[in-house]
């Protein structure tokens, strides 16, 4: 369960080259459907999946499923991309001051 400050995430999938299938469900709030998308490709290594994916408000899950056999593992990091509760920062990389 994602923090309610939490806007996006970035979803990193990859694998040492070997095969990558995977399922990211994206849960927001008890009374919505479930977003999901399947994932394959040859090698995770060369083609790894990156994803930056919105979540606003409150109640968010994200779950990486690795639907591969247990042969082929899989390397996963769901970070925090984007924080703030609304207040859309820069993108620049820098961060020093905002006038408001």
Do not use: H
Request: hydrophobic fraction near 40%.
């Amino acid at each position: 369960t994602l923090f309610r400050s939490v806007d996006s995430v970035a979803i990193i999938l990859k694998t040492d080259g070997r095969p990558l299938n995977a399922r990211i469900e994206l849960l927001q709030g008890p009374n919505n459907n479930k977003q999901v998308v399947e994932l394959y490709t040859e090698d995770g290594l060369d083609r790894p999946f990156f994803a930056i994916v919105e979540t606003p408000g409150s109640g968010n899950v994200v779950r990486v499923v690795n639907t591969a056999p247990v042969e082929f593992p899989l390397y996963a990091s769901v970070d925090a991309y984007r924080v703030g509760g609304g207040i859309d920062w820069p993108d620049d990389g820098l961060m020093i001051g905002r006038a408001f």
